[in-house]
């Protein structure tokens, strides 16, 4: 089942603020999450949030994502840096 993947207007201005590479990179494990939302592998290091009742965590280098799923889209709520925790 693919999945819609749906990007919060602070999520695009996260990612727009971010240099070319860390743009690109963060944009190919965002578009992963389209295949399969829930499991982590090479490249979509995913982990459910145990405080935040259905949200995940998706990690791409030092910026992380928050998302929950519904149905068969995948809203991606908050983007961040490691460093700003959680």
Known sequence: ????????????????????NERKRCYISLKELSN????????????????KKGFYRL?????????VTKENEVLVEEGFKREKGY
């Open 1 to 20: 089942m693919n999945y819609v993947v749906l990007l919060h207007p602070n999520v695009v201005k996260y990612l727009d603020r971010l240099s070319e």
């Open 36 to 51: 399969d939302p829930y499991s982590p592998r090479p490249g979509c290091d995913i982990k459910k949030m145990s405080g």
């Open 59 to 67: 990690r791409a280098g030092s910026h992380r994502f928050l998302y």
